[in-house]
């Protein structure tokens, strides 16, 4: 398990125990929160959300700080890894940087819905 995962999974262990916490530690163990290992777009805003929806806001803001950032040396690792080194030759097309554009669009979309739309708890 790498650092940031490790991190994050035994911050999730030291919760107050309920289902849906147990299935997001099983998410964190397989690392659909890394910033580079997880198959989602966005992880750390799929987590802040599930986060939220198990009413642990406070761990949620935590997470959307960046406390749980893959490493400087885990960067690294993926950029000089083959599925690194794809994804950049992948964004140098046009295709590939609209494809980024469209992403960057729902997630400021999804942000502006958070901070100025958002219902207190």
Do not use: C, Y
């Not at 890394?34 to 761990?59: G, I, M, N, T, W």
């Not at 040396?73 to 469209?102: C, I, N, V, Y």
């Amino acid at each position: 398990m790498n650092e940031s995962t490790a991190r994050l999974v035994a911050v999730l262990r030291e919760q107050k125990p309920s289902p849906k916490m147990a299935r997001l530690i099983e998410r964190a163990e397989r690392d659909e929160f890394h910033d580079f290992l997880s198959p989602l777009v966005f992880p750390q805003l799929a987590l802040a959300e599930a986060l939220k929806d198990d009413h642990r806001h406070a761990l949620a803001t935590r997470v959307l700080r960046g406390e749980f950032d893959a490493t400087t040396a885990e960067a690294q690792a993926w950029a000089d890894s083959p599925d690194g080194q794809a994804t950049f030759a992948e964004l140098a097309t046009p295709e590939g940087l609209a494809r980024m554009k469209h992403a960057v669009d729902g997630l400021e979309q999804e942000i502006t819905r958070e901070v100025f739309h958002r219902e207190e708890p």
